[in-house]
């Protein structure tokens, strides 16, 4: 199905959408506003259809799987592939909602201001560009485009969650009024889809309200609201796979927008989706001794998380210590025995980096 893959790394800055801009200049792309650093924010429309989809992707900026399988449609439309739910929506997209957060590769914009609880106050100029275009726009859904961390679990043992949704709640009741309704079924419908690759992959999210979250604001707007979160997959830290994924995930969305396919599906069946719990760490070593406040435990288990760096301008995994114990209620994406590799004592400190791992590069 896929024509053309979007060639980028995970640190996706705002140059790369502008290179995308310029290299396919007969797409309608325009400069929605600017932000706070004065970057501008694209948006692009496409389709002619009167069922209107609003999307927005990397409102945090270090989270780019889904702008890059956005680009890589908007790359296969413009190749001609033909989408024929396109003869019954119109997709408003904004690629890149936080090009000062992708440029630093932090999830909060220029301000330090998490955009995703500023739907409220609305404080930011990207926060009042993405209301404005809500308002003028009046969609008939929205997606929120987002991605996860490393350590969500799909159900309380389950395999890492490569993609997690959320049909966000309209009210602290959490009450089910039909358009939110229609975010579940549609959700449903999008997991049934990719069930063959993702089978036990799929999550869900704690529906809590939040009014200052940008799909609570628009769920009690009525629109029905799907939040997407693009996750881990294994040995896929640059997110290659897991964005090829949600380019699916995304078909599958207009799909069912379009043909009003997902009616078939129920609440009960978004509710059997999994809720994420944090799991995983990236690395577990196994029965090593520790040396912490000058006492040395032996037979633990140490969990060590990557933290992203940016370094000359590449991503890097950093390792850092996380937590340790003889009976730690945490799974590794890898599992390291004890070996000679591995100091006879690990002295542990809180968040510190694990000199004797290597940092990973892609
Ligand atoms: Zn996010």
């Not at 200049?25 to 009167?50: A, Q, W």
């Not at 959490?174 to 449903?188: D, E, G």
């Not at 090829?244 to 509710?271: I, P």
Request: proline share 6%; glycine share 6%.
């Amino acid at each position: 199905m896929i024509v053309y893959f979007c060639d980028m790394a995970r640190y996706c800055p705002p140059e790369q959408v502008e290179k995308f801009v310029v290299r396919h200049s007969k797409l309608p792309f325009k400069v929605l506003g600017l932000s706070e650093e004065n970057r501008p924010i694209y948006v692009i429309s496409i389709g002619k259809g009167p069922i209107k989809v609003m999307l927005w992707s990397q409102m945090h900026g270090n989270e780019s799987s889904t702008t890059r399988a956005l680009l890589s449609f908007l790359a296969d439309y413009a190749a001609g592939t033909d989408f024929p739910f396109l003869n019954q929506l119109q997709l408003c997209i904004i690629p890149q909602l936080n090009p000062d957060g992708a440029f630093r590769y932090q999830r909060y914009n220029a301000n330090a201001v998490d955009l995703n609880r500023d739907a409220q106050k609305l404080t930011q100029s990207e926060s009042q560009l993405l209301e404005q275009l809500f308002l003028s726009f009046q969609p008939d859904y929205a997606l929120n485009l987002h991605g996860q961390r490393t350590f969500f679990a799909a159900g309380p043992s389950g395999l890492p969650a490569t993609l997690s949704f959320l049909a966000p709640a309209a009210d602290t009741n959490r009450s089910i009024p039909p358009h939110r309704l229609q975010a579940m079924q549609i959700i449903a419908g999008i997991a049934k889809d990719l069930e063959l690759d993702l089978k036990g992959r799929i999550g869900r999210y704690d529906d809590s309200y939040n009014p200052n979250c940008v799909g609570d604001r628009f769920t009690t707007a009525g629109v029905p609201t799907i939040l997407f979160e693009v996750g881990h997959y294994p040995d896929d830290y640059q997110r290659n796979i897991a964005t090829q994924f949600v380019y699916h995930a995304l078909l599958s969305c207009f799909q069912h927008m379009a043909r009003q396919s997902y009616n078939k599906y129920s609440r009960h069946d978004y509710e059997a989706l999994p809720e994420n719990h944090k799991t995983y760490v990236d690395i577990l070593l196994q029965d090593v001794s520790v040396l912490d406040q000058g006492k040395t435990l032996s037979h633990q288990d140490v969990a060590i998380q990557y933290l992203e760096e940016l370094q000359d301008g590449k991503l890097v995994w950093v390792p850092t210590f996380h937590s340790y114990g003889n009976d730690l209620a945490l799974k590794g994406h890898k599992t390291i025995k004890r070996n000679s590799k591995i100091p006879n004592t690990i002295v542990f400190i809180p968040g510190g980096i694990v000199e004797f791992l290597e940092n990973i590069t892609y």
